[in-house]
Every structure is written in C-alpha cells, then in structure tokens.
C-alpha cells in the first residue's frame, strides 16, 4: 500500500496550526496505517506517541450512545420512554418564546429526543440552573442533569434540531437505569471488555502528565494559543458528561470504533452490541 500522500499531509499538519496529530485506519478490524507527527507539549519537546491522551470532548458521544443502545437493545430502555419516567423534574418543562415568554411544553421529551439532539435543549454551561446545582455538597450526573429541566427550552420537544446537553442527560438517565455511576457502567460494558486501560472521566495523576497540551485555533490567520488543559464539562469530581467528558488514548478509541465497524463484536469475541442495534444507530432520524 502506497501512503506517500498520506504520509505528507500528516507531515504538513504543524505548519498548518496543528501542533500534533495521531492517525490510525483500521480494516476489517485490522490497522491498516499510523502515523504520528508534531509534538504533545506547548514547547514542543515531546513528541506524539502511542501514549498521548487527549480530551475527546464531543467524540464522547459514541461511548455514550453506544452504553444507552445497549439497554434499549436489553429491553431496559426505550426510544419512546419520556425522560420524566427517569429524571422527574423534566415532567414540566417550559418553552422560551420569541418574545422572552415562559410557555409549557406540550410534547413530553423523550429518550430518541436525547439520541438525535431533538430534545430543545442548548450547550450554556454557564445557565444559573447548572452553576447553582454544580455548587451543591455532593453534585453528581443525576442532580445536575436533573437541575437541566429548569432551563427553558429552544422549541417543542421532536420539532427541530439543536446540538446541546442532551447527551449528557442520557447519561444520566443510563445511571437512573443501571443504578451505577455512569463511569462505572462504561468500565464494566466497554472499558474492562475491550482492554481500554487509559480511557474515563477523570484522569489520575499519572495519566495527567501523558496528555496532549490544548490550543485554541483561530480560523482567521490560523494562529494557535495555548489553553488550560483542562475540561470545562465536568463541572465536579462526581459528574461524569456523557456528552463531552472523557479522555482517551487513539488505541483505546479506536478499540470502541473498531468494535463497532465490525459489526459490534470484538477481536476476542466479546459482543459489545447486535448488528440490529447498529443498524438502528445508523438510522437517519432528522430528515427530511
């Protein structure tokens, strides 16, 4: 195989604005090519490698999607479960009007609402529902998500699309169904299974001193600046954000989507998720 060009582009990255870049394709299972260039670290010392870890922020959606399709596909969960019958305090949700009025919702939000991003909800991390549910002793998924439901939302629960926080209420809600902390879900479905050792919600202090310096990039002239590495999502030690909370290696994620693209099996013949139950996550829900 003839990755020359390949080999190239991923050598130009850092001139291009990107301090450091970790690529691995994998076939029927198998990686196929890998290839690391640039530096982990803001005085571009240490180069990238197998050991780099990195917030994945929003790619932690497919984990979390992943854990919730497989107690739909249990029978546990399902796709036209109100969000109410889990977390009660979206039973009475209010809608925000053009004009700043308060409304009632009068479609419920349901748990296919959480998958698609249909649910009305935003992403304002800094809305006075969260920050005061945050700063209470012992804020975990469950109080914080459930503090979500006092936020107004955008428009009816099904009727339009908006990226936002319902992922994070899903993951929630997966608690609110296993009766496990959501890490601790993931550990025993996804992590201890397919060997995905530096994968979680908060890194220990020795995994802290392996993970890739964050940048901010600026579209305009392409200039990068150097930002806290850290994650804004988890707003206490006790939250785990299904939504944009973990952390990972390129090997550990690649073990996850690998296992997915083949048809929901691992190497070792662990079964993560029927080939049905991906099929219904490749249904395309939004259109037209």
Not at 20 to 46: H, I, P, T, W
Not at 202 to 231: K, V
Request: some cysteine.
């Amino acid at each position: 195989m003839n990755t020359s060009k390949l080999d190239r582009f991923l050598d130009e990255m850092p001139q291009r604005g990107l301090p450091g870049c970790d690529l691995s394709v994998s076939r029927n299972g198998q990686e196929v090519y890998r290839r690391a260039v640039g530096f982990s670290d803001a005085d571009m010392k240490r180069p990238v490698d197998r050991n780099t870890l990195y917030w994945i922020f929003s790619a932690s959606k497919v984990i979390t999607c992943t854990a919730a399709m497989r107690l739909v596909e249990e029978g546990r969960l399902n796709l036209g479960d109100k969000v109410s019958d889990y977390l009660p305090s979206f039973a009475h949700l209010q809608i925000k009007q053009k004009d700043g009025t308060l409304v009632p919702a009068t479609e419920p939000m349901r748990i296919l609402h959480l998958f698609t991003m249909t649910g009305g909800m935003d992403y304002d991390l800094n809305a006075p529902a969260i920050t005061e549910a945050a700063a209470q002793p012992g804020a975990d998924t469950v109080s914080i998500c459930s503090a979500m439901a006092n936020i107004p939302l955008r428009f009816e629960p099904g009727t339009h699309y908006r990226y936002s926080l319902c992922h994070d209420v899903l993951a929630a809600v997966v608690e609110v169904v296993t009766g496990m902390k959501f890490s601790a879900y993931l550990q025993e479905l996804i992590f201890n299974p397919l060997g995905m050792k530096d994968t979680g919600f908060h890194p220990t202090a020795e995994q802290l001193t392996r993970f890739a310096q964050s940048f901010d990039y600026n579209n305009a002239d392409g200039s990068i600046r150097q930002i806290p590495t850290s994650n804004v999502f988890c707003f206490t030690p006790d939250y785990d954000s299904g939504g944009a909370g973990l952390f990972t290696s390129v090997d550990d994620y690649m073990k996850a989507v690998t296992t997915l693209a083949c048809g929901g099996t691992a190497p070792d013949g662990y079964r993560l998720l029927k080939p049905e139950t991906i099929a219904e996550m490749e249904v395309n829900r939004l259109c037209p």
